[in-house]
């Protein structure tokens, strides 16, 4: 069943060259901010001698672990390893599918960011929903792979920066 749902969405991708590299080079280009968004938070929060410094780095990082170990333990398949699909994203992985750590580290940053510069955070939040529509176009992810992932970001973002 989601084969065929992932074969109408694509196919009109992968008849056209010029919008298959459009999904590989949002891919890159969003993962590549998030690669550059972090560290310049955490420069700019050094810099200006901001205490929340601690928070930006032990947030993330035990959230990062924890998902990441949620991943390992339950080990679920992605759509081309269940369902037999050809993903527009190449990716050999196996397994470790849900919840999606790309999905969970764009929406992590968004709200370390929110944590500082709101503005800059909600920027950030909308770019990881634009991630995970990405992931599951790319068929590296099912949709609610992606959706866990923002979720539980925005949880530990919550309980990190806000409640604790």
Known sequence: MYAERYRRMSEPLRRDPRAKSLVLHVNSLLTAVGYIAYPLLLVLLAATGNPLLVR?????????????????????????????????????????????????????????????????????????????????????HYPKDVIAGIAVAVICGIAGFWIA
């Open 56 to 140: 930006a780095v032990a947030v993330p990082a035990a959230a990062f672990v924890a998902v990441s170990l949620l991943r390992r333990v339950l080990d679920a398949p992605r759509p081309y390893e269940k369902d037999g699909i050809d993903p527009i994203i190449n990716k050999d992985t196996k397994g470790r599918s849900f919840p999606s750590r790309h999905a969970f580290s764009m929406a992590m940053i968004a709200m370390t960011w929110m944590a500082w510069m709101p503005a800059v955070g909600s920027a950030l939040l909308i770019a990881s929903a634009f991630m995970a529509t990405v992931r599951v176009i790319g068929g590296v």
